[in-house]
């Protein structure tokens, strides 16, 4: 009935402990769809490797994390004076750490809250959120003026260009080390094992620490499988109409139809190879089905991605199986092939 995430709970749970002992000072990252295992699920697996942060994305996902993970809650959304970053439940205040990427922002998030914890961002040339070398001079002085803030350190997003960045941070270090603030810590993302090494040697005063999602939790893609279920099946003549725009099939075959729709994240696949008019030709002439306008779904059958009868429905989608393939029965599992940060299962089950 069901898309599922089954995960092999023991390779799973071996790989983030793998990934915890190889990294000190993880900092786990759990937003959005919880990489497809949802927040929750992720805020306990963070309680249990022992970590003493995790992040979020937004002040919106706090609630969903704070009972089940009880250490400091790192919001990687900058803050700003409006909206959901005023109203973070009191009691969790003192375990909030916010990201502040405006010099304005932090006189404001101070006035509100004198003890507030927060780290500096500071700009990359990802160009997304932070303060530039100067802006975060000028924070540092700011901080000067209020001795209850908790600077908690200096936050780095890069792009994903692993193994390419150790210029980069060495310019941004310079600029936190002329900073001159009584701080220790800088928050990075995305850099690889072997540039968070060389950065901890050449800065022995700094405790890096990284925030890892995707590599973390869908670290070990063998840990985990996704499968729809057959709910239907039905045999087609060429010419028999189907679905809701009653198109017809092109030649005899099957109608399946699978659990996963729009609603889990199931979407149309680009059509595979070139689309040339010459190669739209040669289709035609073999009488292939993508000729008819099929378009490739992401469900395999026999380890060959099929296609959709139709654009996918809500919950479920129908799938044109051509008359040679084995026809798989009510009741049985399919493989699923998705983004893992844009699905929502129905289901996930840890073995
Ligand atoms: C999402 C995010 C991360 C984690 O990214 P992954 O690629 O999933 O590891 C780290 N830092 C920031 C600021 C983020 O927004």
């Known amino acids: 009935m069901s898309l599922t995430l089954t995960v092999d709970g023991d390779r799973w749970r071996a790989h983030l402990r793998a990934v915890a002992g190889a990294e000190p000072g993880l900092v786990p990252v759990a937003k959005g769809n919880g990489y497809g295992f949802t927040l929750g699920r992720l805020a306990r697996k963070a309680a249990w490797l ?10 919106d996902e706090l609630p969903e994390v704070a009972s089940r993970f009880d250490g400091s809650l790192l919001v990687l959304t900058p803050w700003r004076p409006f909206g959901a970053a ?35 961002e500071r700009l990359t040339s990802m160009l997304r959120h932070g303060l530039t070398a100067r802006e975060l001079w000028a924070a540092a002085r700011a901080v000067g003026d209020h001795p209850r803030a908790r600077v908690e ?19 941004l270090m310079n600029d936190v080390v002329a900073a001159e603030l009584a701080l220790d810590t800088i928050w990075v993302s995305h850099l690889s094992a072997a540039e968070l090494a060389t950065l901890r040697a050449a800065y022995p005063d700094f405790t890096f620490r990284p925030r890892i999602g995707t590599d973390l939790w869908l670290g070990d893609r063998g840990a985990l499988r ?19 725009r009653h198109r017809t099939a092109p030649k005899a075959g099957h109608i399946l139809v699978v659990s996963g729709g729009t609603a889990h994240g199931i979407g149309l696949e680009a059509p595979t190879g070139d689309a040339s008019l010459r190669s739209r030709a040669a289709t035609l002439a ?16 026999d380890g060959k991605q099929r296609l959709f009868a139709e ?40 073995d």
């Open 86 to 120: 005023l109203e973070v439940d009191p009691a969790l205040a003192s375990r909030v750490i916010h990201t502040v990427s405006r010099v304005e922002d932090l006189d404001d998030l101070l006035g509100r809250q004198p003890d507030a914890r927060f780290v500096l």
């Open 153 to 171: 350190g200096v936050a780095l997003h890069l792009p994903l260009a692993h193994g390419a960045h150790l210029s980069e941070v060495q310019r």
């Open 226 to 244: 996704v499968t729809a279920t057959v709910l239907d099946v039905h045999a087609v003549e060429r010419g028999d109409a189907f679905g809701y």
């Open 50 to 59: 022992g970590v003493d942060t995790l992040a979020v994305g937004t002040y």
């Open 286 to 301: 073999r009488g292939g089905l993508d000729a008819a306008g099929f378009v490739r779904s992401p469900f395999s059958i």
């Open 311 to 350: 654009p996918p429905h809500m919950q479920a989608s129908m799938l044109f199986l051509p008359h040679s393939a084995h026809v798989p029965a009510v009741g049985d599992q399919v493989d699923v092939r998705v983004r893992y940060t844009a699905t929502a299962f129905d289901r996930v089950v840890i």
